[in-house]
């Protein structure tokens, strides 16, 4: 006797969660983009981000660095505990990658968790300890978690001014390297960030020493400092 069977439905690929999407896959050879679940995270659900900056009210500070004109830009709001002098609260806005908004988000959290970061240490926060909150990011990406810091210190000096506190205004300096391309140590510094790491990567992307050879000296020493101040 001759019997029916019903044909096996074909399985469909499960379609990828926008989450795995982010990842990028590199080609052969190539370095490694994939983010972490913490960068995942706070980058699908950001802490303490600001849809309507009209709505921020009675804040203590406000910083902001960057251009959207050249790419990533960053603004950031604190509120301050006066009498422990501690930040109670940051908020922000970015216009940026995964990578900026994540280390933001990351950023906002360090420094109002467990009753507010003492101001002092809020003001020593570096790249690499929002990079190490998140559990790393691909090394091309680290420069993205720069802004943060420097948007929150610009913020606390907009504090420090208007509260009267002067003596406490924190200054970001630039010392020029190569007078005629231009170029300061925090454009080599970034460039390093940015993964020019080697002699050749920094005059490509920056052109210092290519018509000033003296400069060389200096710039090589920038790069062996840069490259073992976030990379060891």
Same mark, same amino acid.
């Given at each position: 006797?001759?019997?029916?069977?019903?044909?096996? #439905? *074909?399985?469909?690929?499960? /379609? +990828?969660?926008?989450?795995?999407?982010?990842?990028?896959?590199?080609?052969? @050879?190539?370095? $490694?983009?994939?983010?972490?679940?913490?960068?995942?995270?706070?980058?699908?659900?950001?802490?303490?981000?600001?849809?309507?900056?009209?709505?921020?009210?009675?804040?203590?500070?406000?910083?902001?660095?960057?251009?959207?004109?050249?790419?990533?830009?960053?603004?950031?709001?604190?509120?301050?505990? #006066? *009498?422990?002098?501690?930040? /109670? +609260?940051?908020?922000?806005?970015?216009?940026?990658?995964?990578?900026?908004? @994540?280390?933001? $988000?990351?950023?906002?959290?360090?420094?109002?968790?467990?009753?507010?970061?003492?101001?002092?240490?809020?003001?020593?926060?570096?790249?690499?300890?929002?990079?190490?909150?998140?559990?790393?990011?691909?090394?091309?990406?680290?420069?993205?978690?720069?802004?943060?810091?420097?948007?929150?210190?610009?913020?606390?000096?907009?504090?420090?001014? +208007?509260?009267?506190?002067?003596?406490?205004?924190?200054?970001?300096?630039?010392?020029?390297?190569?007078?005629?391309?231009?170029?300061?140590?925090?454009?080599?510094?970034?460039?390093?960030?940015?993964?020019?790491?080697?002699?050749?990567?920094?005059?490509?992307?920056?052109?210092?020493?290519?018509?000033?050879?003296?400069?060389?000296?200096?710039?090589?020493?920038?790069?062996?400092?840069?490259?073992?101040?976030?990379?060891?």
């Amino acid at each position: 006797m001759l019997t029916y069977k019903k044909p096996k #439905k *074909k399985k469909t690929p499960a /379609k +990828k969660s926008l989450a795995t999407q982010v990842d990028i896959v590199p080609k052969k @050879g190539e370095e $490694s983009w994939l983010y972490s679940d913490i960068v995942k995270e706070h980058f699908f659900t950001p802490k303490n981000l600001v849809m309507d900056a009209s709505k921020v009210k009675d804040y203590d500070g406000l910083g902001m660095v960057g251009s959207p004109a050249c790419g990533d830009m960053m603004k950031v709001w604190v509120w301050i505990d #006066k *009498k422990n002098d501690k930040i /109670k +609260k940051m908020q922000w806005q970015t216009f940026g990658c995964a990578s900026a908004i @994540g280390a933001t $988000s990351m950023l906002s959290v360090m420094v109002s968790e467990n009753g507010g970061m003492p101001i002092e240490q809020a003001l020593k926060i570096r790249p690499q300890d929002i990079t190490s909150r998140l559990g790393g990011l691909p090394t091309r990406k680290i420069h993205c978690s720069v802004l943060g810091d420097k948007a929150l210190r610009s913020a606390l000096n907009n504090y420090f001014l +208007k509260s009267k506190q002067k003596n406490r205004i924190v200054e970001e300096h630039a010392r020029m390297i190569d007078k005629i391309a231009q170029v300061t140590d925090h454009d080599i510094e970034e460039a390093v960030l940015e993964g020019a790491i080697t002699l050749e990567a920094i005059q490509k992307k920056t052109k210092a020493g290519v018509g000033n050879p003296e400069v060389m000296p200096e710039v090589e020493q920038l790069i062996k400092f840069y490259r073992e101040k976030y990379f060891g």
